[in-house]
């Protein structure tokens, strides 16, 4: 099978998640990368795309234009600029006809996801949201074992995303639009809480009803949240609640989900990706791996470590499934749904924190 | 030094926590336990007082009103009865002038809490509340590095206490009266939930201003709460949560305490009591034990692991320390005080999530 | 039922294992310690046994003549010498028909070993050796897994004990007898060698056939070997190894074993004494914990962290029940046999390291 | 820069390690793999070649007589046949003046490795052995630290690579010539022993002068051993042990290394491969994460877990910059010499083992 040909819009030199998305699109070897608009600075993004090998473009505009005319043109595009330039080129490419890979949140704003939605609904193209955590082989074997009701029902739900390098003032480039309202459109809720939402909500197969949240800027004059607890409400009767915080000094990127059911507890943590810990509401728990895991998402033996960068490429290679007309993992890829239900729960987290905490509806 | 002679009210045969009472009087040879009213059933309180070797009182009046007048008479009396049988006891006693040791929480109504508060105030004799966990030594080390400003500013405190053991129904003689509200007063947030407040009391130094509280009964026909996630709100501008639960499978004795401040954070579990993660803002995260704990409370050498009962005991020494004259440890055994905390985040946590989760001021 | 009446010899003020040996005793209420002859040095023995409120004796021999003949007499009498100071006092009292209750390992030398065996085996009292870290709950557990066959054919054993409190000079009382050949007969094989070998023994029920063993002295001028890595071959087939130190830096007390069967495999360390890890051929692994453990061995609710010191307290509870009558810990509690067994291991690996590593029949 | 065209011999369709170097190869776009003679069996060669889209080769001898003689031919070759054949191909293509990357061990017999010495020596092309592990971060920061005296004078060094998947009779294509004394020459010492053996001494700088081996077939009929414990004595008068085993039931991959000098200790765990403790002679443990890591060898910030994969990445990474002309990490990738000398460890085991476990010199 040819790669499929992909392309790319920022992630020029510098970038955090655009070398993220290229090493995911590659390490199967499902995907080249064969264009970009790289950066809004047409030298870096000429620069970049350069050193990468691939055709370069001045702005996404263009290379919306132009690549669905070329034979070898782009079948599919990584979106990979902050929150609040989701919209405009995903927009383009869908109305393109070309499969839209794009990062999370969804964007940075209701309307720019309305956008983004009505686009997506009226294209042949697919939009993938890239939730990467999702794809975790013991993430997806929690799914499962939620699914066959090896939990029984589900009473508590406890997701955490705890990380410290926000606690100080800090002028990287990562931390700048991650804290600009303008371009990130919300802060830790956006940037992390919607990971916690979307694990929440993939492992357990349930969207709360309603929330309560408290969220704070802990550092002074930081204009977005940076700590926020919120509580949740289940429509079948359980709780649940997210903490996430990008003030939690000495905290790497703690990200951890606990789901408890009537008949057995499920606890992963991102620090020990490969171990999920079932414990039966009698008898000892039971220490998972992949050797236990259904969904075969990996390319080595269990015991041999793999994190973050192959669940980000469980991804890609169930996008590039998909794109060749495999619908078997569609079920279990983020899409539209999930960057609307994210966008609904920042949405309803800054509404209730606005109103002290009141109960809001999360109305998707 | 002679031990001190103590005499115990509950704690008759098949009753868990005066068991516990009487191991942790025993371990470091400063009490003799003398005399006992072990039951309210008359001929188990016989028989549970001749196992142990001890003078049998019928009811703990009697015991009040004759052991003063023995020259050979206790020194101080443990309370382990359910909750809403502390305050008559401990009133009883502290009139007679002699020093009470009583279980958490203070009790299981604030009018018998303020009996016992104001029994407390005209006695001479000295009221302690066991609240056990704050005494193990790396809590007694948290608190001394909070202290010291080795955190700098608090800004996230989390407290959480999961355990399993009534996430079905139960007919425990110890299930029985937990979860009967005329006698536990409060389901999950007092038995454990107490414990949770006091230690983050005990190590931040800081107590909530108010609180946003979400109880639930999750045991069908359960009359009490059996799970509760608590927003938690300082003066100082931090801010916290506490979550406890009975229904959390597969959680045996789950408690647990991370605290975030400007320059540190630290992280503690009770499975593994003799570990304190103190993670600076930069640098890598230390591993605390006994053998950087200055708090010496401790009778073996580092790595033989001590835990609940030894916890226990370091609160009877200090306790015999005090009524022996030792004002020292007075700073760190909790007492009225932290009973009336207790009281008074049971009540604002019903207050709170009787109307639905509003934030309510904490009022001790 | 009454305590019984306890003497010790050794374990006067500044001694470690002594007070070890009093909290354990005293915890479950089993023994009362009434005379003592508690150091060599006079002054210092009574002293101590004036702060114990107990009899004091100026040697062993007067207190193992007079005590005998008082109504009120000790029943059992708890060594807890130097090494080179066990044989003398267990000769004495056994003699005098008082129970032995011996810190480990039986003697600093066979010859001494011997005159114990005899005295024991002439005597009509009983003969304990406090191997302590086998009467832990979780390591019962593991025994009886292993006797029920969970594990199948028993391939490879592998017991390590570090610590690092020697890795320097060092001055403390401890320190210094048990570097001095005489009085402690071996080094960390002795003193913590004998307990890891204890161990497999209990666990596997099985005592190795033969070792290979490379003593080492790694502090300039030690006298006595402080590591040991020593091979370890079964009748049965089985391998095994042992490795001790007393100058691995950073170690408190790390004492772990791990057993390997055809069908399943154990894991256990010291550090979390109350998690035995068992993980079958086929299939997740499983956290026993003591809710699994049908020793029942403990005083409190599973996830209540008991250890070191209630391990010890199991053995004497055993030997009061013992000495009260009670054959059925008869099974569990290390004696004579133990003793003998370590001893054989100490000669054994002595006499394998001074022929370079000559494989050695262990004969007991 | 141009990816390097590369080939690959053996690693069709089912094989393990062959997969696995493609996407390291793959994974950072330093590689592009061209041309493979990818199995002994024609049309499977020719198919798996097909599948990835790459010139086909019958037999390795052709593609070493073809390819520099191409314009386009490749630059460097990974050679992942089982051990036997690595000899000849690896001599082919050195003389070819083509770079030749090599899965480990070296070679199945002392002959073979000679040959291949020779050719590499001979040649004008580089040679590099792929011991993966020892590129991971930790371990290069292991590396570093031993290297600038933060350990002090190493005393004791520990290393083990435990897994169960040959505990049973096992028919897997994998299982069989890995125990074919024939084809792999030796069996776990060989598998995975050699990678401990590696690993201590990247970690350390120093190679044993002498071992004392104890070599087990556990399972009934096997011809090669599938557990080894092996003492080791350094010149320095540090002492080590090896043990490895393929029978160690539910180790799925259990590789670790603990290193004691007389200052610090360094604890590390392929489960949790970015965590490396240092426990220095006093004070706390300390957590080392890639955030102390300074050879920088990974794509992720911190806590964003990074793996096997990426280990294995990190060497080919190094080996392009290495081709390119970069020669700094050629002092930390492994070549010829960490080939002979895990050859001369497998051939001191098989001797000391075959005299009963006598000191035998280690003589690369």
Not at 89 to 107: M, Q, T
Not at 127 to 156: K, Q, S, W
Not at 158 to 184: F, I, M, N, V
Request: hydrophobic share 45%.
């Amino acid at each position: 099978m040819k790669p499929i040909r992909l392309g790319m819009v920022g992630g020029g030199s510098g970038a955090f998640i655009g070398a993220i998305h290229r090493i995911a699109a590659r390490m199967d070897g499902h995907f080249a990368l064969v264009a970009g608009a790289l950066s809004s600075d047409p030298a870096r993004a000429a620069a970049s795309a350069a050193d990468l090998g691939i055709r370069s473009y001045g702005d996404f505009e263009e290379m919306a234009r132009t690549e669905p005319a070329r034979a070898d043109g782009i079948q599919a595009v990584a979106i990979v600029t902050p929150n609040h330039l989701h919209a405009a080129p995903a927009v383009a490419f869908l109305r393109a006809g070309i499969h839209v890979i794009c990062d999370k949140p969804l964007a940075a704003t209701p309307q720019q996801a309305r956008q983004i939605a009505e686009a997506a609904q009226a294209s042949g193209a697919r939009f993938f949201l890239t939730h990467n955590y999702c794809a975790l082989p013991m993430l997806r074997e929690a799914r499962a074992l939620v699914a066959e009701g090896a939990l029984g029902d589900i009473r508590l739900v406890q997701a955490e995303y705890l990380q410290g390098w926000l606690a100080g003032e800090s002028d990287s480039k990562q931390a700048e639009w991650r804290t600009d309202p303008a371009r990130a459109g919300a802060g830790a809720i956006g940037d992390i809480g919607t990971h916690a939402w979307q694990l929440a909500e993939f492992v357990t197969g349930q969207v709360p009803q309603s929330l309560s949240a408290d969220l704070s800027s802990m550092v002074p004059g930081r204009a977005v949240d940076d700590d926020a607890r919120i509580a949740l409400r289940y429509g079948s009767g359980a709780k649940g609640g997210i903490w996430v915080s990008q003030v939690a000094v000495g905290q790497e990127n703690g990200l951890s989900l606990r789901v408890f059911g009537t008949k057995a507890a499920l606890e992963w943590r991102l620090p020990e990706p490969e171990r999920l810990i079932l414990s039966p509401k009698d008898g000892p728990a039971r220490i998972l791996t992949r050797a236990q895991d259904r969904s075969a998402s990996f390319r080595t033996p269990p015991g041999h470590p793999e994190g973050y960068l192959e669940g980000f490429a469980n991804l890609y290679s169930d996008i590039a499934a998909i794109i060749r007309g495999d619908a078997t993992p569609l079920e279990r890829v983020p899409g539209l749904e999930a960057g609307l239900s994210g966008m609904a729960f920042i949405a309803a987290a800054q509404a209730s924190s606005a109103r002290d905490g009141a109960w809001v509806e999360v109305s998707p």
